[in-house]
């Protein structure tokens, strides 16, 4: 037994009694105190994280937390079937709907772009977030009647969404990458497709891994 042991314990004790806020400080120092070489024990703490983040209405968290537990134990496990029940083919929340799927990855992707802009990579205000949502409201319905999304798999939209240019009022600094998603597994000199594990060796599927796509709340808060 290690020292994050008892408190592993206590917090699952918080989530039995629904109190999140306590399970989520003892899980928080169960991590501390867990030594890097005990996976398992790692993994199963970031798996009880995750349950009392989405119960604090923290979905991003939680996924977050599944992913890191995901990747110690390279099998089967809770966190990997919480994974697969709370995320979406863009590695990001599940929304209520595909549609909705679609309109946060297209808004996160364009917010990231606008980000990387910006020398303070922060939104100011509310007035500056209100117009970039007006702005990328009108685009999504734009791209969205255009039909071009119809019958295309997640990979294929981060594409159109990466190459799809808006032009934002404030100053834009030239960001000349190459948007298309075309992830390489060099070792096998291969094209990786969506389904394929990530190359990073964790056993997920890329598009929930490494190539996942990192939501509202990482990029404004800078913690991915
Ligand atoms: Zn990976």
Redesign the pocket.
Known sequence: MSRCTPRLAEGKSCLAKHDPHGALRSFEQALKLCPPARRRELASILFYLGIALVRLGNKGGALRSWTAAS?LVKRRSPARTMLRRFSNGYGMVRQASLELDDLHAFYSVQLDRYLKTKPSRRIGSFAERDMIWDLLSQHWSELKDSGMLVGRCPQEKLSLFRRMRVVFPTVMAADERDFSVIPVNFARKERLSAADR?????G?A?MA???RTHGEDELLSGSF
Request: contains cysteine.
């Open positions: 990747r990530c190359t990073c060796g964790s997920l890329y891994c490494c190539g």
